[in-house]
């Protein structure tokens, strides 16, 4: 029987060398992000890469911490500003040792997955209409189906 993976683990072998090229160690801080600068602020902001120092180290040497670029809404990034050192504390403290030393914004805009579009209004009668269409089908699940179909059908979208 075959072993059930977690999604975490195909999606790292997935976008893990996109994520590597950008100087990541993995597609952690994405994951994060909203727990360590709140969920407010990662509406308006994601970690972009992370460049480390060009410097070689020796073995014995502990790793230089990197500079985090973070894309920002223009609006919020005098925000971020001010918050840059909790935001770097909350990242190491994350990761638990000093990985980023400072951050670089970048202003641009964010992808805001969550946002919905405005909802359709429905007029009573136009419902009534489609809920009179439907009645008549025995299966209740087709009835619901259709009744929401119908109902999407007859909506109007608010202007923009």
Known sequence: MARVKPLA???EGCIGPAFAAQG????DILAAWPEIVGERLARYCR???LEWPKRRRTGSEAPDSGTLVVRVEGVFAI???HLAPVVIQRINAHYGWACVSRIVLQQDRVGRGGR???RAHVD???AVEVQKAVAGIADDKLRAAL???GT???ATRPER
């Open 9 to 11: 683990e195909l999606i």
């Open 116 to 118: 919905t579009a405005p």
């Open 47 to 49: 970690p972009s890469k």
């Open 147 to 149: 009744d929401r179909l």
């Open 79 to 81: 925000e971020l500003q």
């Open 124 to 126: 009573p009668a136009r």
């Open 24 to 27: 990541f160690a993995s597609t």
């Open 152 to 154: 999407a059908a007859v």
